[in-house]
């Protein structure tokens, strides 16, 4: 699977919009984004995935460039409870197929 | 529907001492999972079955066992508890196919 690189950290102001990103160079044609978050102590929570068109759900937005080469995880009005920790995955799609996790960004939205 | 659930949610064990970690789910997914998460670090898999009878190693499957004998259960056993072992434990399992994982709450281990 492909690996991906986010930024450490990110601060956001709450009510705006949160907008992180990943970069996945090496992805591969087959290879879906995912992402999922982690607030402190808690199971990681599905969020979105995409292959190449953009994506919405109630929760984010997903962005992916053209080359698919790196995304954005786009939460529209970021509220308190959206600090975490987000990952964002690269997976093909095969039976078995495993989440491998990176390090994440920790997001703190703030007052 | 419960989704995910583990139990105990916390255990101390002294070293050397056995355990099962119990993870069930009531969503009929084929795929479940076993990760640990040490403090500060993202999650590693242990182990992971495609369906009750089959199982198969992770990334860190040293010093634990599973077994899959019903769809719905996936307990991770402990044979001699080591301080290494003192982490996070989640349980996940997914249909198949492009879904989301359904994470458990967790289990938190201290090995003393």
């Known amino acids: 699977d492909a690996k991906t690189t986010q930024p450490t950290s990110m601060d956001c102001a709450e009510g705006r919009a949160a907008n992180l990103p990943c970069n996945h160079s090496?992805?591969?044609?087959?290879?879906?984004v995912y992402w999922y978050r982690q607030i402190h102590s808690q199971g990681p929570q599905y969020i979105i995935h995409?292959?190449?068109n953009n994506e919405t759900n109630e929760m984010a937005s997903l962005i992916i460039t053209e080359d698919r080469k790196s995304s954005t995880l786009i939460l529209p009005h970021a509220t308190l409870r959206d600090t975490a920790v987000y990952y964002c995955?690269?997976?093909?799609?095969?039976?078995?197929?495993?989440?491998?996790f990176g390090g994440g960004t920790r997001v703190l939205v703030k007052p | 529907n419960a989704g995910v659930t583990q139990t105990p949610k916390f255990r101390i064990l002294k070293i050397g001492q056995s355990m099962t970690l119990q993870c069930t789910q009531d969503?009929?997914?084929?795929?479940m999972y076993w990760y640990r998460q040490d403090p500060g670090m993202g999650l590693k898999l242990i182990y992971y079955?495609?369906?009750?009878?089959?199982?198969d190693k992770g990334e860190v499957p040293n010093g634990y066992n599973v077994s899959r004998s019903t769809t719905e259960d996936f307990p991770l056993r402990l044979e001699l508890a080591a301080p290494s072992q003192t982490s996070v434990y989640f349980c996940?399992?997914?249909?198949?196919?492009?879904?989301?994982?359904?994470f458990g709450s967790g289990t938190r281990l201290t090995v003393v």
């Open positions: 996940a399992s997914r249909e198949q196919g492009l879904e989301g994982y359904t």
């Open positions: 090496t992805i591969s044609g087959n290879e879906y």
């Open positions: 995409g292959l190449k």
């Open positions: 995955i690269v997976m093909i799609k095969a039976a078995g197929n495993k989440l491998t």
């Open positions: 969503m009929n997914h084929n795929y």
């Open positions: 079955s495609v369906g009750a009878g089959i199982t």
